[in-house]
T-cell receptor, first 112, second 111 residues
Framework: QKEVEQNSGPLSVPEGAIASLNCTYSDRGSQSFFWYRQYSGKSPELIMSIYSNGDKEDGRFTAQLNKASQYVSLLIRDSQPSDSATYLCAVNIGRGYQKVTFGTGTKLQVIP | DGGITQSPKYLFRKEGQNVTLSCEQNLNHDAMYWYRQDPGQGLRLIYYSQIVNDFQKGDIAEGYSVSREKKESFPLTVTSAQKNPTAFYLC??????????FGPGTRLTVL
């Protein structure tokens, strides 16, 4: 079982819709969770971090964490074509040097 | 203007050649990291450093070497022992070993 799993997609949503991206992780001791956005050919940029169960909102983005079910999700409201990118989930599994493990990413396509 | 810089943006290596990728940060971050990204794959950790003059192997350190002589610099050398070095190389830093910020990356191609 992979430590961090994401559906590779592509996930296609129409412009203005809500995009829902999901991530599951295997280590119950995981402490912190991150979402990065990566445009084709570019480096990842941090969108949000979340540490506690529940929702965390930042503009059009909402991160949701459920430690009991070991999943973290990212909702993008009012999706725009500029949101089309690969979204990487990252989890700090909290061992030793606080290793952050990245998922392989979900490709999102927002259709105008 | 704070940030992480990587150079060069593109690098071409001949067989049997060692090449060094530069990573510099002026964020005053203690921890620095090197990752490799291959098409359709996630980020794989090569080396990390939590403090000057100390670094540790990541998951795929074979064929790579690093140094951390200054807080702001963490160069990566891809040696001839790395048999499949063509990839996108990403350097990151963090103030604590947690939230990481990435540089723009170096794309290495073997000729």
């Amino acid at each position: 079982q992979k430590e961090v799993e994401q559906n590779s997609g592509p996930l296609s949503v129409p412009e203005g819709a809500i995009a829902s991206l999901n991530c599951t992780y295997s280590d119950r001791g995981s402490q912190s969770f991150f979402w990065y956005r990566q445009y084709s050919g570019k480096s990842p940029e941090l969108i949000m971090s979340i540490y506690s169960n529940g929702d965390k909102e930042d503009g059009r983005f909402t991160a949701q964490l459920n430690k009991a079910s070991q999943y973290v999700s990212l909702l993008i409201r009012d999706s725009q074509p500029s949101d089309s990118a690969t979204y990487l989930c990252a989890v700090n599994i909290g061992r030793g040097y606080q290793k952050v493990t990245f998922g392989t990413g979900t490709k999102l396509q927002v259709i105008p | 203007d704070g940030g992480i810089t990587q150079s060069p943006k593109y690098l071409f290596r001949k067989e049997g050649q060692n090449v060094t990728l530069s990573c510099e940060q002026n964020l005053n971050h203690d921890a620095m990291y090197w990752y490799r990204q291959d098409p359709g794959q996630g980020l794989r950790l090569i080396y990390y450093s939590q403090i000057v003059n100390d670094f540790q192997k990541g998951d795929i350190a074979e064929g790579y070497s690093v140094s951390r002589e200054k807080k702001e610099s963490f160069p990566l050398t891809v040696t001839s022992a790395q048999k499949n070095p063509t990839a996108f190389y990403l350097c990151a830093s963090s103030i604590v070993p947690d939230t990481q910020y990435f540089g723009p990356g170096t794309r290495l191609t073997v000729l």
